[in-house]
């Protein structure tokens, strides 16, 4: 045993903890963790940063032993129920609380509307303190332990989470974990020239090392945010800026400020939220010549922050919010070898549902598979069409020339659909983050409008309306069967359309994105119980889309996922399977009904229950023909 780790072993013998009571998880934990720890923080920081290390033990020791007692009775229950967020039971959905709800405490009675849903977790978007005009949807933190007063305190928080709890329903909430907002106590000690809080941050006396950074670092937002460094005449230095010239970039290379966020981590956890959604982790690290995304050192940071929490608050499980390219995605799970986040975002299957929307065609998606189908097992997708941020094309371009196009060309059809611009085009979206170098772009706009709906109530056509809601259940049914926990973004459920009143904002106009962003009209909600109505239609739908899901056990995420390539490029089909059923799901991209035969789809046997229907369908009587409307779906159980 080396010195280092004889310290922090007496760190048990001198608490007070039963070790070998209703303590023996975290000493299991504790023990099991030490040498992993101490490798990987070494490995970052050296030898010369064992003083950090012991006070890392040290803050793991009183966070479990500040965990209140219910959590710690929750810990051990997800202990049994080995990946618990995997299962099929649960179904999120992700929403603003101020413009869903008004505040927490009113979100609190809104949990039944959630419940009658099939919703039992909640992501609640950024409601830590930060400055209402510069605030990045709330992502600019300015104090990560306040409840912005515009939500409440931090004793709603508690009750709110108590009240899931009872619901036996889940929290999801946010850290930002790579910047924080200028106005952060950290960054006001620095403008006062405290060189211990510079070193939280990117800083430079001049232009020299910013310059070479600049020469292999993209622009996030070039139009809104140019470049990736500010002046700070408070500290007569230069600041890195890579989102928005009002959030500051942490500087990981210091140990103190990963000592910092590993306490902030630890607070939201003894909060009692269930899944820590760790917002822009591919920017963590910082390195001359290359883009800063994505680096080794990052994940090594990751997979600290989850060795940690799995030692003191088990419970909690890690989302890695990486929007980047299908194969760097999968990296932030990790491997066979070292464990990182629990659960990712699977944007690349988002993306591809739009581009075989736009298209009527699903080859670009099957083509993309081979970038995401393979994780280890006991992680899962976060699955979704929307969500509060915008629409990026990040498929690879060689999936998109093995369908047959031409990259550059495909994704200017895409943008010139969704926008509107296409003649034809039943899409009301925008663009967003135009680059004008490059003349690269992502998509603004929620579900309902760009799948026809808001064009379609405008015109006050009903043959339209119906196709835009069949759009709408297509894309969420793609999404909730294909393995991982189901998101739904807040207003999709009702059939919320583009919102523009945020161009009258000067907090919010010159960021489009708030157009998907909906001030929710619960006069509006209360039609989702009348079955004539569009947002009765779209909820009842989602409903029973969420129904299906939680009663069929193979769609639980154990990778049980076959794809199942169509003869046929308007249908996308895939099998889910466990040991007692399988279930064949298939969709139909086109606005034209599809005829198709079962033989392609290696079906055993001629009767099959349609559980979305619950029609029966003996393909032998039908002549070895399935027939799938526009836009139509089907999930096939062998009868």
């Known amino acids: 045993m080396t010195s280092i780790e004889r310290e922090i072993n007496e760190l048990l013998t001198i608490s007070d903890l039963q070790l070998s009571g209703k303590d023996n998880l975290f000493y299991f934990k504790f023990v099991s963790n030490l040498k992993p720890i101490i490798s990987l923080f070494r490995h970052i920081y050296g030898k010369e940063s064992d003083r950090e290390l012991k006070l890392l033990f040290e803050m793991m020791l009183k966070t479990w032993k500040t965990r209140p007692d219910v959590l710690k009775k929750r810990d051990g229950v997800k202990e049994t129920q080995a990946n618990w967020y995997t299962n099929q039971n649960i179904a999120g959905m992700s929403l603003y609380v101020d413009r869903f709800a008004k505040d927490l405490k009113t979100l609190k009675s809104k949990l039944p509307y959630l419940s009658d849903l099939g919703v039992n977790f909640i992501h609640l978007m950024p409601v830590m303190e930060s400055p209402e005009n510069e605030s990045d949807g709330g992502y600019a933190v300015s104090d990560f332990r306040a409840v912005d007063a515009r939500f409440g305190t931090l004793n709603d928080l508690a009750n709110l989470q108590s009240a899931l709890l009872k619901n036996d329903m889940y929290l999801m909430m946010d850290v930002v974990i790579n910047h924080t907002s200028h106005l952060h106590d950290w960054a006001l000690q620095a403008k006062k020239g405290n060189k211990t809080y510079q070193d939280y941050f990117y800083t430079f006396d001049d232009r020299t090392i910013p310059d070479q950074y600049e020469v292999s670092m993209p622009e996030i937002f070039p139009h809104s ?168 094309l990040g498929f690879t371009d060689n999936a998109i020339q093995k369908a047959g196009f031409n990259p550059y060309e495909h994704r200017k059809f895409l943008k010139d659909y969704y926008a509107g611009y296409y003649n034809g085009s039943e899409a009301a979206g925008m663009l967003f983050a135009i680059n004008p170098k490059t003349q690269d772009a992502r998509i603004s706009g929620s579900l309902a409008s760009l799948c026809g709906l808001e064009k379609a109530l405008n015109n006050n056509d009903k043959h339209l309306i119906s196709k835009a809601i069949s759009r709408i259940i ?160 089907r999930l096939l159980k062998k009868n």
């Open 225 to 392: 945010s140019p470049g990736n460094f500010i002046w700070s005449p408070e500290m007569n230095k230069w600041v890195m800026t890579v989102f928005n010239y009002y959030q500051w970039d942490l500087n990981y290379t210091n140990p103190s400020v990963f000592l910092a966020m590993m306490d902030t981590i630890f607070f939201y956890a003894n909060l009692g939220v269930d899944i820590l959604r760790l917002d822009a982790p591919a920017f963590i690290w910082k390195k001359l010549n290359t883009t800063c995304q994505n680096l080794e050192e990052a994940h090594k940071i990751l997979q600290l922050f989850r060795a940690c929490v799995d030692v003191a608050t088990p419970g909690m499980a890690l989302l890695g919010e990486a929007i980047v390219a299908p194969h760097e995605i999968m990296k932030y799970f990790g491997n066979d070898e070292v464990q990182e986040c629990s659960l990712a975002y699977n944007a690349t299957q988002m993306a591809l549902q739009w581009d075989a929307l736009a298209t009527s065609e699903t080859s670009v998606m099957l083509h993309s598979q081979g970038d995401i189908y393979h994780k280890p097992l006991g992680c899962t997708w976060i699955n979704y069409t929307r969500c509060h941020d915008d629409i990026g």
């Open 474 to 633: 297509l894309m969420q049914a793609n999404s909730i069967f294909l393995g991982g926990i189901p998101m739904l973004f807040y207003g999709d459920e009702a059939g919320y359309i583009n919102d523009y009143s945020f161009e009258n904002d000067p907090g919010k106009s010159y960021d489009n994105r708030w157009a998907h962003r909906p001030l929710i009209d619960w006069n509006k909600n209360k039609q989702v119980t009348d079955l004539e109505t569009v947002e009765g239609k779209i909820f009842s739908a989602t409903k029973k889309l969420l129904s299906i899901r939680r009663n069929t056990s193979c769609f639980a995420d154990t990778n049980n996922l076959l794809w199942i390539e169509c003869n046929n490029k308007h249908l996308i089909a895939f099998r889910r399977y466990d040991d007692s059923q399988e279930i064949t799901c298939i969709f139909n991209y086109s606005p034209h009904k599809i005829y198709m035969s079962v033989n392609h789809y290696h079906f055993e046997g001629n009767k099959y229950l349609d559980l979305w229907s619950q029609q029966m369908i003996n393909v032998s009587e039908a002549g070895g023909l399935l027939v799938l409307d526009a836009y139509q779906f």
